[in-house]
C-alpha cells in the first residue's frame, strides 16, 4: 500500500526516503492523480503526494540509501 504523504514541501526540505531498492529517480513514474501525485516504481504505487502536481516533483526531493 502506497505512503500518503500530506505535508510534502520541498521547501522545507523534505525529501522522500526510499531503502533497499533498485530504483532511481529516472524509473519513477509520477501520475496526475486529482490534485495528488502517485510516485510509481516498477509498476508499483510507492507513495501519494497529497496537493502536489508531478511538475513540483524534482530529482533532488528524493534520497535512495
Ligand atoms: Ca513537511
Known sequence: MANIITDFDSGEGDV????????????????ADGSNTVVR???IDLAILVDLEPT???????VFV
Do not use: K, P, Y
Open 16 to 31: 522522500i526516503g526510499l531503502a533497499n531498492t533498485n530504483l532511481d529517480f529516472d524509473t519513477l513514474e509520477f501520475i
Open 41 to 43: 516504481g516498477l509498476g
Open 56 to 62: 513540483q516533483v524534482s530529482e533532488s526531493d528524493f
